[in-house]
């Protein structure tokens, strides 16, 4: 099957994968967006997983102030090479990053972060409101679980969607600059002060 240049042009823009792995992607996927979109994440994640093992002891902290000097965040992303964390892209990626936690507000990185209690806690408030509005005792237990995964989706920053482009979550981003780098990368940690609030 033949794939015009503009539909290759189009992938491109839309993952910011390389063109030859944006051709192959709309080879498999017999000229597929969507399918082709979603192959090059799944492959973005092979490489993130690939490589998770390497020691990461480069990188950058990045501090963002935001609304007039009353939201201000810090994070640390970590690399592999100097070289890499150097590059104007892995700069980008972690300016980005303190913008998204100025606005989206995450609670924890990822999930494993989050306490038990917490989650215990959100699980009876959801059982609670469930029955109030009488479902049935028998799909309490998943739509429980349904309404877990949506809060962990809220909380924490690996599991958001990206404020400049809600169809990726941060980890989707991540994986693409892990693909492009050809290194490990991992965002550390991050505290986000808001002016008034107290802290934990």
Do not use: W
Request: with cysteine; charged share 30%; glycine share 8%.
């Amino acid at each position: 099957m033949e794939i015009s240049a503009n539909t290759i042009r189009e992938l491109r823009d839309k993952t910011n994968a390389g063109i030859m792995d944006c051709k192959l992607a709309l080879k498999e996927c017999q000229g597929d967006m969507e399918k082709a979109i979603a192959y090059l994440r799944k492959k973005g994640l092979a490489v993130a997983v690939k490589r998770a093992g390497r020691a990461m002891t480069e990188g950058a902290v990045q501090a963002y102030i935001h609304a007039g000097g009353k939201i201000g965040v810090l994070v640390e992303v970590n690399c592999e090479t100097d070289f890499v964390a150097k590059t104007d892209q892995f700069r980008e990626f972690v300016k980005n990053i303190a913008m998204h936690i100025a606005a989206a507000n995450p609670l924890y990185l990822r999930r494993e972060d989050v306490h038990a209690a917490v989650i215990e806690k959100e699980k009876e408030i959801y059982r609670a409101q469930a029955v109030e509005t009488g479902k049935p005792e028998k799909i309490l237990d998943k739509i429980v679980e349904g309404r877990i995964e949506k809060y962990y989706g809220e909380i924490c920053l690996l599991e958001q969607k990206y404020v400049r482009d809600p169809d990726l979550t941060i980890q989707d981003v991540l994986n693409e600059l892990i693909t492009k780098t050809g290194e490990n990368v991992s965002i550390r940690r991050f505290t986000r002060y808001h002016l008034g609030e107290n802290g934990e």
